[in-house]
C-alpha cells in the first residue's frame, strides 16, 4: 500500500469544528440485499436506468450515511430501472469518533483517487482499494451516478461535474444544489466521477458529485435528500419537483496545489468567494504569490489549512453571472 499524506501532519492542520450529527446506526443495512455488504438495490416493473447513488466515500462525511438511512426508511421504490444506494467506506464509517471526526476519512487511502483500471487491477492493496473492487461491478453497471459529500470547510453547497457536457447537463437538470463547476479532478488520482466510463465524452453513462455543505450539520443531510429527489425526477425514477430557477455555471480554470508546508491565505475566505479583479493577490505558498487568473474569479472550496501536495482552492470562471446578492470580495 502506498502511503497517503493525509495521514502525514493531519493534526497540525486540520481545525475543530463543531459536531452537530450523531452516526448513524447501519446495522439494518449493513447486509445489504444485492451480495455485496452495504449495497442496496431496487427494481423497477419498467425499463429504465440503473441509478447508483453512493454515500461514504470519506467515512467521516457522515451526513451521507443519513441521507441514504432515510432513503431506506421511506422505501426506496423506483419508478422505472434500478435504484442502486451504497454505503461505500464502511471500514472508515465505523471508526468516526466525535472528538477526532476528521480521523476517519479513509482507513488506509483516500478512495476517491482510486478510481483507474490500472490501480483497480492493479497489485496494490489496501482496505479502500479492496473495498472499491468490490462496488466496482455496481459501479460499472452504472448509467448515472450521483456521488454524495460534505465540506470540511465553510462554502456555498455545489455540484462538481467534471468536464464533460453530459455531466453539465445532468447536473443543471438535478437543479440542486443551484452552483455547478466544472473541474477536472485533482493530481492524486481518479475520484468516482473521473472514472474512464464516466468521463468518456463519447459514452452517455454520466457521474457527477455534490459537495452539500458542512461535515456533521443537519442542513447537509436535507441538502443531500434534495439532490437525490432532483436526481430521481430527472431520470424518472421519481416523481417530479418543483422547477428552480437555472443554476449558476463555472469551470475551473486553474487549481492551486501547495508545493510546501507554509501555505496561507490573505483572508479566511470560504467557498463560492468571488474575487472582481484579474491578478489580485489571495495566497502564498511559502514565497509564491497565489493571484486571481481572470476578473470575477469564483473560489471553490478553499481549504483554509492544506497540507503540502494537496489542493488548496480551483479558480473558476463563471460561464453565467452570479446573483447579485453575492458580491464579489
Not at 441514504?68 to 471508526?95: I, Q, W
Not at 453539465?168 to 455547478?180: F, M, Q, W, Y
Request: charged residues 20%.
Amino acid at each position: 500500500m502506498t502511503p497517503d499524506p493525509d495521514r502525514a501532519g493531519a493534526a497540525a492542520v486540520v481545525p475543530r469544528f463543531p459536531v452537530h450529527l450523531a452516526a448513524a446506526d447501519l446495522t439494518d443495512w449493513l447486509p445489504g440485499n444485492a451480495g455485496i455488504p452495504g449495497v442496496w438495490q431496487f427494481d423497477a416493473a419498467t425499463a429504465g436506468p440503473h441509478v447508483v447513488v453512493t454515500a461514504l466515500i470519506h467515512g467521516n462525511e457522515i451526513a451521507g450515511a443519513w441521507a441514504l438511512d432515510r432513503l431506506l426508511r421511506a422505501g426506496a421504490a423506483p419508478r422505472r430501472g434500478r435504484l442502486s444506494l451504497v454505503f461505500a467506506n464502511l471500514d472508515a464509517y465505523a471508526r468516526f469518533d466525535p472528538a477526532n471526526p476528521t480521523a476517519s476519512r479513509f482507513a488506509d487511502e483516500d478512495m476517491n483517487r482510486l478510481w483507474e483500471a490500472s490501480v483497480l487491477e492493479g497489485p496494490r492493496d489496501s482496505r479502500e482499494l479492496a473495498r472499491a473492487r468490490a462496488l466496482r461491478p455496481v459501479i460499472d453497471s452504472a448509467d448515472v451516478v450521483l456521488d454524495l459529500h460534505s465540506m470540511l470547510w465553510p462554502g456555498d453547497p455545489l455540484i462538481l461535474c467534471g468536464p464533460t457536457p453530459k455531466g453539465r447537463e445532468l447536473a443543471c437538470a438535478i437543479g440542486t444544489p443551484d452552483l455547478v463547476v466544472a473541474d477536472r479532478g485533482h493530481l492524486g488520482g481518479r475520484r468516482l466521477i473521473d472514472y474512464a466510463p464516466f468521463a468518456d465524452p463519447a459514452s452517455a453513462r454520466t457521474a457527477i458529485l455534490v459537495e452539500a455543505g458542512q461535515h456533521w450539520e443537519p442542513a447537509t443531510v436535507e441538502a443531500m435528500l434534495a439532490s437525490v429527489a432532483g436526481l430521481l425526477a430527472a431520470t424518472g425514477l421519481g416523481p417530479a419537483v418543483p422547477a428552480r430557477a437555472p443554476p449558476r455555471c463555472a469551470e475551473v480554470t486553474h487549481v492551486v496545489t501547495t508545493n510546501t508546508g507554509a501555505f496561507s491565505f490573505t483572508q479566511p475566505f470560504r467557498g463560492g468567494d468571488v474575487v472582481a479583479a484579474r491578478d489580485t493577490l489571495i495566497g502564498l505558498d511559502g514565497a509564491t504569490e497565489i493571484r486571481t487568473p481572470h476578473d470575477r474569479c469564483l473560489l471553490v472550496m478553499p481549504s483554509l489549512r492544506p497540507s503540502r501536495g494537496h489542493t488548496a482552492v480551483r479558480l473558476a470562471r463563471f460561464l453565467s453571472e452570479p446573483p447579485p446578492d453575492r458580491a464579489p470580495v
